[in-house]
């Protein structure tokens, strides 16, 4: 058959499109693919090339989506979401179990000593500029004004 008298049947689309052979087509027969799938597209040549690769592609895995199955069992989804929760959940247990088997053995005891080495330190807090355009710095002191 002539090549100029073809229809969108005669050609194999996919088979040009699974060996890379869509670009040996001429524009002419570009354009039965775009208006047998009623599809407005104007570009150059590589263009339209690209656009029925895309769309071939688009096609075929459609179809193989569809030939296995859609979505899986309801169960298999809530199996996983439950082994990630109780992950979580056995990480969160274990992190308490550190806390109490790390312990000290003088904080188990009954007498009540107060932490004499922690002393916080002062924090300092920048306000807004004042009528001359310097900063101001102010520091907090808790604690520091209790005197012997």
Known sequence: MERLNREY?????V???NSDKLSSLRVDELS????????????KKSEKVAM?????????YNIMGRQQ?????????????TSSLSEVETDSQSDVVDRVVGSSPSS????????TNFIPE?????????NNGRKRTRVERDNYNNSP
Request: charge should be positive; avoid cysteine; hydrophobic fraction near 30%.
């Open 52 to 60: 029925i690769k895309a769309h071939i592609g688009t096609l075929l």
């Open 9 to 13: 049947n005669d050609i194999d689309w």
């Open 69 to 81: 199955p859609r979505k899986p069992p309801l169960r298999n989804v809530q199996q996983q979401v």
């Open 108 to 115: 188990s005891s009954n007498e009540s000593t107060p932490d």
């Open 32 to 43: 039965l693919y775009f208006s047998h799938h009623k599809i407005t597209f104007n570009g």
């Open 15 to 17: 088979g040009l499109y």
């Open 122 to 130: 002062p924090r300092a807090e920048t306000l807004p500029t004042s």
